[in-house]
């Protein structure tokens, strides 16, 4: 019961993941700053959405963490 | 060089950048080490000591080697950086092809970002392409040849469903780690966690080899990897000097200009990013093969003996070519002569003996593009030239190995770039560098 809880909860949290992550300005971040050139970094004052965005990131992150780590253990014991 | 190490720390801008970028490797390395929901960690290790022990060909030796070692423990971070990179080159690639993608490049910055948009979500789409083929392939016990125990014991589809999808947030995580450091750390994020994988493996290997192959093969080894770090340094510094002349301006009441400098041009224009493009590129057919299943088809025969086979002749010609082609590539797209060019003009600088304007970026076209060839060829050979002797000395080994020519220019590229990023903001307040 608690397995498939956790199970549901992880499949969550990775989609609202990959969600919240695509939903970042990619900021000419990555490789494509090395393509292209001069992406430099322009009005990187980041704004008030890009700051929740990354706390909520963050958040969802460790939920997504913690659902994996107790999985394993669940399933291991 | 400690003192400048001491500098750096003690100044507290670079010294947040710097801890942060440690942060983000420590996470990356954590996630590496954390096994997948529904993996069994017992089953792993035994089949990677079998795998040790047995010299067969390791089927993913570059993601493995480029993942850090996460992608054979099938670990929440298995796929690494890859499918970003590989995203990247193919967004890069059809913007030569495709008018669309083209006119956004030239839009320029709000172009750009859209095109960066789309690497992001063609990254997740590999992502989930290519974890379903790596479950399918754990399942069907073919990750680990000849190891019977089972790696994912449970056999429901749901089991399955639920690590391809957190096999696919990782990646997303891995991308976001990356561009975070790329943000508010130093040096560039994919290729710092590139470095991170890479140096991860390197005191196992290295150990492996001291143990079954004795004393003498790893001090060759480490030898060769020496003289590889000497050589790439040596031409990763190399650059012609254009000499630019400034004119005399009179703002106001002050004389401006008048002074003599000269354009730096590195005949290794390009850095690592065309040996990252190339390898990860000859990946994608194995990628491709892998997908389709049918193990016996005349095409993937041909595949794995001649494109995938890194001691083939025609694997090598290939990595060749294909480092080559992306250093022209990579430098066409980083180096604008014409821009350069009407910088010049418009701070009334010229080349001596050379108009400015047109001609000027049809000189710097001409350098640039003569200087490159030898630039691209060393890179090649550096790349390609460990596969020979290392596989005259060892059997089996290959150039995705980390003392091998890929790893180590990587390393070392990465590391140079990385530590003159550290300097120049170093230099802002004090001139001590690590650089002398």
Known sequence: MVELVLNVLLVLASVLLVVLILLHRGKGGGLSSMFGGAVS????????VEKNLNRLTVFTGFVWAICIVTLGILLKV | MLQAFAAAFRTPDLRRKLLFSLAIIAVYRLGAAVPGPGVSVEAI?????????GSQRDVYSLVNLFSGGALLRLSIFALGIMPYITASIIVQLLVVVIPRFEQLKKEGQSGQQKLTQYTRYLTIALAVLQSTGIIALARSG??????????IPSESIWTTVVLVIALTAGTAVIMWLGELLT?????????????????????????SILQTRGGVVFAVVCAFALLIIGAVVYVEQAQRRIPVQYAKRMVGRRMYGGTSTYLPLKVNQAGVIPVIFASSLLYLPQLITQLQGDETG???????NYVIDQSNAV????YFGLIVFFTYFYVSIT????????????????IPGIRPGRPTAEYLQYVLSRITLPGSIYLGIVAVLPNFFLSITQQGANQNFPFGGTAVLIMVGVGLETVKQIETQLNQRNYEGFLK
């Open chain 1, 41 to 48: 970094s322009q009005l990187s004052g980041s704004s008030v």
């Open chain 2, 298 to 304: 005349p095409v993937r025969q041909f595949f794995e």
């Open chain 2, 335 to 350: 180096f604008n002569p014409e821009e350069r060019a009407d910088d010049m003009k418009r701070y009334g600088g010229f």
């Open chain 2, 142 to 151: 073919q990750l680990f040849p000849g190891c019977q125990q089972e790696i």
């Open chain 2, 183 to 207: 943000e508010k750390g130093i040096g560039n994020g994919m290729s710092v966690l590139i470095f991170t994988s890479i140096a991860a493996r390197i005191p196992a290997e290295g150990g």
């Open chain 2, 315 to 318: 694997h090598v010609a290939l």
């Open chain 2, 45 to 53: 290790n035994s089949c990677l000591e079998q795998a040790q022990a």
